[in-house]
């Protein structure tokens, strides 16, 4: 079992940054594909960023792409997004999410997920 706990999530004005960690435990997560999705209020869960297990591939969303980076750090069994130049309708919760091996970009590939942290960017 791996266990996620998201932070770094709150609230920041238009054009600002965030960055979020993702801390895993349980299980060294060296050999697993870490991916970030968020959710917006009435909206599905919808990927955003995936970096393979040894770091070496990412794959963004064209909403995020230019503006967003995830990173990992294996020794320390976490993975990062760095969010920069914040729109609003980046809003929403933002999950960690893992799966052992290959990576994907679709939510039911991962089998394991954070509890959340909510971004909120005001305009």
């Known amino acids: 079992q791996v266990q996620l706990v998201e932070s770094g999530g709150g609230l920041v004005q238009a054009g600002g940054s965030l960055r979020l960690s993702c801390i895993a435990s349980?299980?060294?997560?060296?050999?697993?594909?870490m991916g970030w999705f968020r959710q917006a209020p009435g909206k599905e869960r919808e990927f955003v960023a995936v970096?393979?297990?040894?770091?070496?591939?990412?794959v963004y969303a064209d909403s995020v792409k230019g503006r967003f980076a995830i990173s990992r750090d294996n020794a320390k069994n976490t993975v990062y997004l760095q969010m920069n130049s914040l729109k609003p309708e980046d809003t929403a919760v933002y999950y960690c999410?893992?799966?052992?091996?290959?990576?994907?970009?679709?939510?039911?590939?991962?089998?394991?997920w954070g509890q959340g942290t909510q971004v909120t960017v005001s305009s």
């Open positions: 970096i393979s297990w040894g770091g070496g591939m990412a």
């Open positions: 349980g299980r060294t997560i060296s050999n697993y594909a």
């Open positions: 999410a893992a799966r052992r091996g290959n990576y994907y970009t679709g939510a039911a590939q991962y089998d394991y």
